[in-house]
């Protein structure tokens, strides 16, 4: 195999939509609405406020606001958890699809890294993609970026800037290439409260992972020289 100098970018495509997919019908997922039994009172409360409104004074109609509200936001809180309980699952099954030593370093993108010790090669791929494949002694050093914006650290903060809607991370190799790899923090197909900020928590992640397998192997080359 020829090795490969093409940078990637996982943000909202319809490969990823299809990816979620594949997730649901391999493992056949499903999730049981949980119907709460503050559900149950809120429905069953619902209709004799109506009726008892109707008999009675007005201020049984903001009783039934109010139960429907509660019951809208119990709703919402299950669906919350249906949707926790998907990425929980989805994150498991790409950790699942690590083959060939291949490592995968992202809780919500089929994304896989390699350091291959042996042939000293360092290998990213996405889905079933190999986007980059380089010797180590071609790596000199990466830089990482917030939405284009070059920061002086190595490594991203764990408390992240809601406001950041993608993080890359450039390597720069021999020959002044550069190869970039970006995530986005704005994919609107993962679905979550705040999900922004949720993105941008797996994503940190992501760029460190790749930020220390680059570290060591820029230290094994000054170590070389």
Request: glycine residues 2%; positive net charge.
């Amino acid at each position: 195999m020829d090795y490969s100098y093409v940078s990637v970018f996982m943000y909202e495509t319809p490969e990823y939509k299809e990816k979620l997919k594949e997730f649901k019908t391999k493992t056949n997922y499903s999730y049981k609405f949980k119907i709460s039994w503050q559900m149950i009172l809120c429905m069953i409360g619902i209709p004799l406020s109506i009726i008892i409104t109707f008999m009675t004074v007005i201020y049984l109609l903001i009783l039934t606001a109010v139960i429907i509200a509660y019951l809208v936001v119990l709703i919402r809180r299950e669906q919350q958890n249906k949707n926790k309980d998907f990425l929980d699952k989805f994150e498991r099954y790409l950790k699942s699809n690590e083959k060939d030593d291949f490592i995968c370093c992202s809780a919500i993108y089929d994304t896989y890294y390699k350091c291959d010790e042996q042939k000293k090669e360092f290998s990213f791929k996405y889905g079933d993609k190999t986007y980059v494949y380089f010797p180590y002694n071609e790596i000199k050093s990466y830089d990482i970026f917030l939405d284009r914006y070059k920061i002086d650290k190595k490594k991203l903060t764990e408390v992240p800037d809601p406001r950041i809607r993608s993080y890359i991370i450039t390597l720069n190799l021999d020959n002044n290439r550069k190869i970039e790899i970006g995530y986005s923090n704005a994919n609107k197909h993962i679905k979550l409260k705040k999900s922004f900020v949720f993105q941008q928590f797996c994503n940190t992640v992501s760029i460190n992972l790749i930020a220390k397998a680059l570290d060591k192997i820029i230290y094994k080359n000054e170590k070389k020289k």
